[in-house]
């Protein structure tokens, strides 16, 4: 989806600046700063242990920072109160649901504590997914209880939607469901949703911001548009006889070469698609541009620091 690219002057929701924190002797976040903005779908991305979850409980006030601040919605992290947690629907892997009750009345118990229950949500959302409402939570598959979770943190239509692995025990074809519904959530004006996921190919379908920690540091905060022009990748095919060892292209930082065939990545190529097509020319190569999948674009930023 194309979103607006963040305006000028404009206020964050969420603001961490020099964050750090300690576990024992682990730095789990490392100086980090960050700013969150409305109306967009951010992709936090990271290997386990890089801090990601780390991170998300500091801007609901689970953490608290060793040093550095951090504010969600002008408040800080440790004076969070019902005002601005009820403006903020989040989703853990791992977290805990009342097993004793059934779905219908764990959604009858949520919901009370929320005046801007979408009943309509609710009832889609349940067909969808194919949820049985007279099921006990205790009894549902890991995907089925992702499911629940997802459905009581999303029908009170939060400003702000926090989903941390939402997705990983969900078969192909609920993920599939669940992307077009986190689609139709962003439509309205204002909204964020930040979703931390390991399942790369999913997340790129939706977000518009990428951000990649590595860590405890924040190795790129930028629209995913721009991180994908910040990679190029290139199939070059000899027209006469085997392809020269050394290429006159650019920034190369891989390479795979084999006689009459080369497959190279650029990073931070400033040519356009003529230009490097003369490139080409020049040592009789015809040259095809391909697109990099998001997981190949996370390895290249991560390796390169």
């Given at each position: 989806?194309?979103?607006e690219k963040i305006k000028m002057n404009e206020k964050p929701i969420i603001s961490v600046k020099g964050l750090?924190?300690?576990f024992g002797q682990i730095r789990a976040i490392d100086n980090l700063s960050l700013d969150i903005y409305p109306g967009h779908i951010y992709g936090l991305?990271?290997?386990n242990?890089?801090?990601k979850s780390s991170l998300i409980r500091h801007w609901i006030g689970l953490y608290l920072p060793d040093s550095g601040t951090c504010t969600t919605f002008d408040v800080e992290a440790k004076k969070l109160g019902p005002h601005e947690l009820a403006r903020i629907g989040y989703v853990h892997q791992e977290g805990k649901l009342i097993d004793w009750m059934s779905i219908a009345k764990l959604v009858r118990y949520v919901a009370a504590y929320y005046p801007t229950w979408n009943k309509d949500i609710e009832e889609r959302y349940i067909k969808e997914f194919d949820l049985d409402p007279k099921a006990r939570v205790g009894k549902l598959s890991p995907g089925q209880r992702q499911m629940v979770a997802v459905l009581l943190a999303i029908c009170f239509?939060?400003?702000?939607?926090?989903l941390d692995e939402p997705a990983a025990a969900m078969d192909p074809l609920a993920r599939r469901k669940f992307l077009e519904l986190l689609m139709e959530i962003i439509q309205v004006d204002g909204r964020t949703i930040i979703i931390s996921s390991h399942i790369l190919t999913d997340i790129e379908k939706v977000i518009d911001h990428a951000l990649i920690m590595n860590r405890g540091k924040m190795?790129?905060?930028?629209?995913l548009d721009d991180l994908r022009e910040q990679y190029i990748r290139l199939r070059l095919t000899s027209l006469?006889?085997?392809i020269p060892e050394k290429l006159p292209f650019e920034n190369i930082i891989l390479k795979e070469q084999n006689g009459t065939k080369a497959i190279i990545t650029l990073a931070n190529n400033m040519k356009n698609h003529d230009e490097l097509e003369e490139i080409a020319d020049s040592i009789h190569?015809?040259?095809e541009q391909m697109p990099l999948p998001l997981e190949d674009i996370y390895q290249l930023v991560v390796e390169s620091r």
């Open positions: 989806m194309k979103k750090t924190k300690r991305m990271g290997a242990g890089g801090g239509e939060p400003e702000l939607l926090i190795l790129c905060d930028k629209p006469n006889g085997p190569c015809q040259l």
